[in-house]
């Protein structure tokens, strides 16, 4: 490991953590924006960043906070979320992420549950729909925007950021912070119920940051492109701590929708993602070569073939080939274009918080493109186990951290033990206690098997759907086959005690259009649509990504939802997982209308 790396030991918080890097190298680009006004990047020093910070801790003090105390950062990534977080935590606060598209609904609640005393915004919208809910907390002393209200009402709790920031800060009197002290609560956003409130302690955060650094290299000359939220903990601790652990740059991504252009402007070295992002690369490429030469989707596949047996020979898995001589040409017509779309410098990407299907998988790592697939949960701070740049089974989600012991439990349940290991849930020891057990084993409530080393994830217990005729199947891995067709753009499988498995599906509006228009259908006509021959028609394309299932784990029926699954209509989760008894709830009609006749 390299020598500026700061250790737990040295930083013994995560604010020490963010002072010895300002100590260390206080003139190195830490931060780089997009302005929107002068519609150019800007770069921040750490030493930068430590003047805002003191900004912030003596506006915090202003307040009358004490150690102990909840702050809440509602606010989307941008420098001033590590601001605001690196000064309350000096502070000794105790930091509570939110999302940014999450329901108001859902915000309150996290903010009553952790009796929040002052709330980071970004504009008056936000607060608009949050004051609407009838259980907007008490507690809640202070409310500051980045932007300002257009009128403030009579709230004298709400304050516009340049009001409320004096113009200089101080470092001096800051209170004694320990490692196991409470550093922030991060609600998982459960697909049923009300969101649990995870208690990480700084070492746990630090630790989970150093362990990385153990499995994956990082140095102070890598550049991050952060686009995840920061409220996500993956996000949090891989991509904003660990970069300040080893003193590497991070530019925030304009959007999602801007993240070509982004690839393209910053040419990042680190990546930190979710798979959807690659899915729906993935989905663009295929849809592309559908209208492309058959000589040109000839080439992608030799490349791709020939790129995925490469790998595999360097990772000790597979035979020298011939066809290897052709890699020079393969990869100047095909696979560095690909490489070049995420801006041609990527030596890592770290992919995590939900599986990587291996069709994909398979079509990056064969293009060059460095995947390694993780695995964590909030509860672990959040990083597990990841693969390693020589030791990288795509299928699998990697080789646990150092310090991380595994083991199969009841149920083919994977069970966790390590120092990232949560204090527990907030204001619910009896979650906790079915969480964590009396040897501090994390019950993860994933099925697994563990070979060779390697973690391999093969289900979700409480989410296996049984077939009336007793057959189990794991309704994501399907999920994740079928939504490798560009005409679906989500997808979810029912089931459960009945005779045959269906698909609810929400479709790509443009392709929607054109595959039913050469059918001769009308999509604005809802009472006819979908007709026999475009059910036919879908379940020949879910059919044909269904190669690999068994035969009981066939789709016989699906059923065309017209309106999104979103945060906002409560049908996905804030880190969009979908909510089954929520769709399956708002769906029943449809449900029961592919079942029809066919019911035990």
């Known amino acids: 490991m390299e020598e500026d790396i700061i250790s737990p030991e040295i930083a013994g918080s995560l604010n020490g953590l963010f002072r010895e890097r300002v100590s260390r190298t206080p003139d190195e680009e830490a931060y780089r924006y997009f302005?929107?006004?002068?519609?150019?990047?800007?770069?921040?020093?750490?030493?930068?960043?430590?003047?805002?910070?003191?900004?912030?801790?003596?506006?915090?003090?202003?307040?009358?906070?004490?150690?102990?105390?909840?702050?809440?950062?509602?606010?989307?990534?941008?420098?001033?979320?590590?601001?605001?977080?690196?000064?309350?935590?000096?502070?000794?606060?105790?930091?509570?992420?939110?999302?940014?598209?999450?329901?108001?609904?859902?915000?309150?609640?996290?903010?009553?549950?952790?009796?929040?005393?002052?709330?980071?915004?970004?504009n008056e919208d936000f607060w608009t729909l949050l004051k609407a809910v009838p259980e907007t907390p008490?507690?809640?002393?202070?409310?500051?925007?980045?932007?300002?209200?257009?009128?403030?009402?009579?709230?004298?709790?709400?304050?516009?950021?340049?009001?409320?920031?004096?113009?200089?800060?101080?470092?001096?009197?800051?209170?004694?912070?320990?490692?196991?002290?409470?550093a922030t609560i991060v609600y998982t956003s459960g697909t049923?119920?009300?969101?649990?409130?995870?208690?990480?302690?700084?070492?746990?955060?630090?630790?989970?940051a150093y362990s990385g650094l153990h499995s994956v290299a990082v140095s102070p000359d890598d550049?991050?492109?952060?686009?995840l939220p920061l409220s996500h903990t993956f996000e949090r601790t891989v991509g904003y701590y660990i970069p300040v652990m080893t003193g590497a740059a991070v530019v925030y991504s304009r959007s999602v929708k801007q993240l070509p252009e982004d690839f393209a402007a910053i040419k990042p070295t680190i990546l930190v993602s979710v798979p959807r992002i690659f899915e729906r690369v993935y989905a663009k490429i295929i849809d592309d070569l559908e209208h492309k030469p058959a000589f040109i989707r000839r080439i992608f596949e030799l490349t791709v073939d020939t790129g995925w047996k490469r790998f595999e020979y360097i990772q000790k898995r597979g035979l020298w080939r011939m066809s290897f001589f052709l890699w020079p040409l393969l990869d100047t017509l095909a696979a560095k274009k690909i490489r070049n779309a995420f801006g041609g410098r990527l030596k890592v990407v770290v992919v995590g918080g939900a599986p990587l299907s291996p069709d994909v998988a398979k079509v990056f790592l064969g293009v060059g493109l460095p995947l390694l697939q993780g695995y964590g949960m909030t509860e672990a701070s959040p990083v597990v186990s990841v693969n390693?740049?020589?030791?990288?089974?795509?299928?699998?989600?990697?080789?646990?951290?150092?310090?991380?012991?595994?083991?199969?439990?009841?149920?083919?349940?994977?069970?966790?033990?390590?120092?990232?290991?949560?204090?527990?849930?907030?204001?619910?020891?009896?979650?906790?206690?079915?969480?964590?057990?009396?040897?501090?084993?994390l019950h993860t409530g994933d099925k697994a098997k563990i070979e060779k080393g390697h973690i391999y994830i093969t289900g979700r217990i409480k989410e296996i759907i049984v077939?009336?005729?007793?057959?189990?199947?794991?309704?994501?891995?399907?999920?994740?086959?079928?939504?490798?067709?560009?005409?679906?753009e989500q997808v979810m499988i029912v089931g459960e005690g009945r005779p045959y498995l269906s698909a609810l599906v929400v479709l790509n509006k443009e392709k929607e259009r054109s595959v039913a228009s050469d059918l001769?259908?009308?999509?604005?006509?809802?009472?006819?649509?979908?007709?026999?021959?475009?059910?036919?028609?879908?379940?020949?394309?879910?059919?044909?990504?269904?190669?690999?299932?068994?035969?009981?784990?066939?789709?016989?029926?699906?059923?065309?939802?017209?309106?999104?699954?979103?945060?906002?209509?409560?049908?996905?989760?804030?880190?969009?997982?979908i909510r089954r008894k929520g769709i399956i709830e708002r769906y029943s009609k449809e449900i029961h209308g592919m079942y029809e006749g066919h019911e035990v």
């Open 467 to 488: 077939l009336a005729n007793g057959e189990k199947v794991p309704p994501h891995d399907i999920e994740m086959a079928i939504d490798m067709d560009p005409l679906i």
């Open 35 to 122: 302005n929107d006004n002068s519609q150019a990047w800007i770069s921040c020093s750490w030493s930068e960043m430590d003047v805002e910070v003191r900004r912030w801790q003596r506006a915090l003090k202003s307040e009358g906070l004490k150690p102990g105390d909840r702050v809440a950062i509602g606010i989307c990534n941008c420098r001033e979320w590590v601001i605001m977080d690196q000064a309350a935590l000096s502070l000794g606060l105790v930091v509570v992420p939110l999302f940014c598209n999450d329901r108001p609904k859902n915000v309150a609640y996290i903010l009553n549950d952790a009796a929040v005393k002052l709330l980071l915004i970004d």
């Open 138 to 182: 008490e507690s809640l002393m202070r409310i500051v925007s980045m932007h300002k209200f257009r009128s403030s009402g009579d709230d004298e709790r709400i304050r516009f950021i340049r009001e409320w920031l004096p113009a200089e800060g101080e470092g001096s009197d800051l209170p004694e912070i320990g490692p196991d002290d409470l």
């Open 223 to 227: 550049v991050f492109l952060s686009f």
């Open 388 to 441: 390693q740049i020589d030791d990288n089974i795509p299928s699998s989600v990697g080789i646990p951290y150092r310090d991380v012991e595994v083991k199969i439990g009841e149920e083919d349940e994977l069970l966790v033990r390590s120092p990232g290991i949560m204090l527990g849930y907030l204001n619910n020891p009896e979650a906790t206690a079915e969480a964590v057990d009396s040897e501090c084993w």
């Open 192 to 208: 049923t119920g009300h969101p649990k409130g995870v208690e990480l302690s700084h070492q746990n955060i630090l630790w989970n």
């Open 520 to 577: 001769g259908l009308n999509v604005i006509d809802r009472e006819s649509f979908p007709d026999e021959k475009f059910e036919k028609l879908l379940l020949d394309r879910i059919g044909s990504k269904m190669h690999s299932f068994p035969g009981y784990a066939k789709v016989r029926r699906v059923a065309v939802i017209s309106e999104p699954w979103t945060v906002e209509n409560d049908l996905l989760t804030p880190t969009l997982k």
